[in-house]
T-cell receptor, first 111, second 112 residues
Framework: GEDVEQSLFLSVREGDSSVINCTYT??????LYWYKQEPGAGLQLLTY?????DMKQDQRLTVLLNKKDKHLSLRIADTQTGDSAIYFC???????????FGKGTRLSVIA | KAGVTQTPRYLIKTRGQQVTLSCSPI?????VSWYQQTPGQGLQFLFE???????NKGNFPGRFSGRQFSNSRSEMNVSTLELGDSALYLC???????????FGAGTRLSVL
């Protein structure tokens, strides 16, 4: 596809794990990013993964990359109410092109 | 290290007016990118500047323009404002190609 695709909404209970999925467009993309946006704020970089990696873990965050299917996921363990936000995946394609973002997944955490 | 600073944070304009938004990147970052964020369209790329030169441009009409100064600060200008230009305008800086973009808090523009 031509667009970075994400589900628009995800709702989880506090303490559960959240998994946010993303399908990107270009198998030659070198970097894949996850950003978080809280209400009224800009985008905050959460984590990123190089295309030669399959997995990256950073505290409660785990990123999985399936290059064959061009699928990226972000798992948040022990989800807290403070994790409620919009999560964007983005891909960087080589060749001096801008970062391309998905439309974002709104995560709602129910106490 | 100070983050990316965007001014003003909020703006209200009327149709037909023009507006200038400002962005100060992180010290040492030479690349500045601008994005428009709306509920319907998500994040759309406007343009990128590197060392005072426009390196990339998105698919926006000529009413949207920008520039970068020798100290890497950037401005974007929108002329003849339309209601549909109401959006959050985000600026981001990076040190070089492929490194993560660091975003400012944005300027929320409302066109009445």
């Amino acid at each position: 596809g031509e667009d970075v695709e994400q589900s628009l909404f995800l709702s989880v209970r506090e303490g559960d794990s959240s998994v946010i999925n993303c399908t990107y467009t270009d198998s030659s993309s070198t970097y894949l990013y996850w950003y978080k946006q809280e209400p009224g704020a800009g985008l905050q970089l959460l984590t990123y993964i190089f295309s030669n990696m399959d997995m990256k873990q950073d505290q409660r965050l785990t990123v999985l990359l399936n290059k064959k299917d061009k699928h990226l996921s972000l798992r948040i363990a022990d989800t807290q109410t403070g994790d409620s936000a919009i999560y964007f995946c983005a891909e960087f394609k080589p060749g001096n092109t801008p970062l391309v973002f998905g439309k974002g997944t709104r995560l709602s955490v129910i106490a | 290290k100070a983050g990316v600073t965007q001014t003003p944070r909020y703006l209200i304009k009327t149709r037909g007016q023009q507006v200038t938004l400002s962005c100060s990147p992180i010290s040492g970052h030479r690349s500045v990118s601008w994005y428009q964020q709306t509920p319907g369209q998500g994040l759309q790329f406007l343009f990128e500047y590197f060392s005072e030169t426009q390196r990339n441009k998105g698919n926006f009409p000529g009413r949207f323009s920008g520039r970068q100064f020798s100290n890497s600060r950037s401005e974007m200008n929108v002329s003849t404002l339309e209601l549909g230009d109401s959006a959050l305008y985000l600026c981001a800086s990076s040190s070089k190609e492929g490194t993560p973009l660091v975003f400012g808090a944005g300027t929320r523009l409302s066109v009445l």
